[in-house]
């Protein structure tokens, strides 16, 4: 049974950072592209970041680039995603995804989600 547990979601202050972390279980950890997506109130889900199984490719969002970085620690089977310089935009909840093989910006092609994590930025 695949399980991904995200964590570190909460409220902060705009301008200040969070730490999202997921944990992988029942894959084969180092077979998938891991993904980052988010879903504001009212609006569809959308791709934030992911990272190939080796990390040696990441794509980001136009709306992360130059304040998230996502990582991943294939012995811990465990993805983060540093947030820094949050916006009141940023409030949304959080999901990490697997993706077979990939790490693309669709999130059709990922197979295994988790449950999310919430985080507001309060203005």
């Known amino acids: 049974q695949v399980q991904l547990v995200e964590s570190g979601g909460g409220l902060v202050q705009a301008g200040g950072s969070l730490r999202l972390s997921c944990a992988a279980s029942?894959?084969?950890?180092?077979?998938?592209?891991m993904g980052w997506f988010r879903q504001a109130p009212g609006k569809e889900r959308e791709f934030v970041a992911s990272?190939?199984?080796?990390?040696?490719?990441?794509n980001y969002a136009d709306a992360a680039k130059g304040r998230f970085t996502i990582s991943r620690d294939n012995a811990k089977k465990t993805i983060s995603l540093q947030m820094n310089n949050l916006k009141p935009d940023d409030t949304a909840v959080y999901y990490c995804?697997?993706?077979?093989?990939?790490?693309?910006?669709?999130?059709?092609?990922?197979?295994?989600w988790g449950q999310g994590t919430q985080v507001t930025v309060s203005s």
């Open positions: 029942g894959l084969t950890f180092n077979n998938y592209g």
């Open positions: 995804a697997a993706e077979p093989m990939n790490a693309g910006t669709s999130s059709s092609r990922y197979l295994y």
């Open positions: 990272i190939t199984w080796n990390s040696d490719t990441t």
